[in-house]
């Protein structure tokens, strides 16, 4: 059973920097897709950025160039580095794993940015 737990929100100022963590624990398939999603009261969840096993990136066009995502493949650990964020960033990211067999999700890391 595949477990992730991600951290590293915060309230932060505008113009702030914020780096999220996701740690993935079990038996994790080789070919996969790792990500964060993100969602705003009364919004839809989004995706932000995902990286896949082959190391493919793909961000939401509202943070290129801001949003940064990585991932240490000896420690099944994937990262969101924020840069100047805006208060229209504020929401809860969740790490997502996308594998042949399944789905999994964390459990949310709330992420506020102030004006």
């Known amino acids: 059973q595949v477990q992730l737990v991600d951290f590293g929100g915060g309230l932060v100022q505008g113009g702030g920097s914020l780096r999220l963590s996701c740690v993935a624990s079990?038996?994790?398939?080789?070919?996969?897709?790792m990500g964060w999603y993100r969602q705003a009261p009364g919004k839809q969840r989004e995706l932000v950025a995902a990286i896949t096993s082959g190391g493919s990136i793909n961000y939401v066009d509202s943070v290129k160039g801001r949003f940064t995502i990585s991932k240490d493949n000896a420690k099944n650990t994937v990262y969101l580095q924020m840069n100047s964020l805006k208060p229209e960033d504020t929401a809860v990211y969740y790490c997502?794993?996308?594998?042949?067999?399944?789905?999994?999700w964390g459990q949310g890391t709330q992420v506020t940015v102030s004006s």
């Open positions: 997502h794993l996308h594998t042949p067999a399944q789905d999994y």
């Open positions: 079990g038996t994790i398939f080789s070919s996969n897709v």
